[in-house]
């Protein structure tokens, strides 16, 4: 007999307690795989090569308060803009509060697919929705949500704004790394609802080069620096990190969670591991006088308890990945989450626990079979 087949036919001894033990250390790293993805998404959230070409201004209090659209203007004659575009979030209410978790923006038609071209719009779709001002252009994820066609009237009641805005979708857009759940619509129709008041949430610069964005950013803040409505100009990552913060410690929270999984299945491996060594000393104590070496025979455990781990990582951690992939996390969402790649690092984090996890499972089991004098093993009953 091999050495791999003997580890084999002692792993497999008693059948129920492996399966067990393989179910609920992949169920643990399921779970893990699923809770990191979710802490990815919410620390770093999915960018693209043109997020680092735009930036943010708003206002310098909070995103609650608003900015004058004439900004706009002294913004766009800055050098190494490209493109500026309005965006202010609506927030609207379509169907009822639970049907509305995809985000509405009022921008300007003609600059915001410059600024995001990662959103991919067919063009006569993109000419449609330019001209016609109570146009919207919306994601492929939402639009199969709800089931729009091109022509479609949707209703958004009001309710941070005092208007309700009556769209034809006049159009989709598709990404591969831009949110698919997002609704824009002309910025001067919302305007024009509102009375002409003039106001604007941010302003989305799209710019010429990297190189120019810190210079940029300090000349906007400088230029209204003493206004009533001063700016806070940011990175497109820093806006979101700092959008994210405001739902308080989330990174501590699931990482607690995480903590406490790991544990759970440290208990698991080590208690099966425990109880399987302790069956089996006559049996560790025969080998050692037929001449195996104690590095040996804590190879044969530390091998058999990293194959338990490995077999739970591998069913649980490309499990979640299997099951991201083949199901549409969006719908199953209720449109919470708008894309859940599960990516490699996290399945190398996931696979790097469990190994952890059977090293870690086999240490005390081997101590006490390597301390056992092949006397007392012998005298202990199968």
Known sequence: MTITGFVLRNACRNKRRLILTVLSVSISLFLLTILLTALKLMVEPPTTEQASLRIVARHRVSLANVLPEKYQYRIERMPGVE???????????????????????????????????EAIVDPRQEEEFVKEKTACIVGRKVAERFGWKVGDRITLLGQLWPCDLELVVRGFYHSEGLDETLVFFHHDYFDELLGKRGIVGTFWIKVTNADVIPGLIDRIDAAFRNTDAETKTETERAFQLGFISMIGNVKLFIGSICTVIVFTMLLVTASTMSMAIRERLREISVLKALGFTGVMIFGLILAESCGLALTGGVLGCFGAKVLAETLDVYKLSKGFLPMFPVTAEILTAGMLVALGLGVISSLAPAYTSLRTSVVTGLKELD
């Open 83 to 117: 493109y500026c575009s309005k965006f202010t979030w609506f927030g609207g209410i379509y169907i009822d509060e639970a049907s509305s978790n995809f985000a509405q923006f009022a921008c300007d038609p003609e600059r915001i697919f410059r600024i995001f071209p």
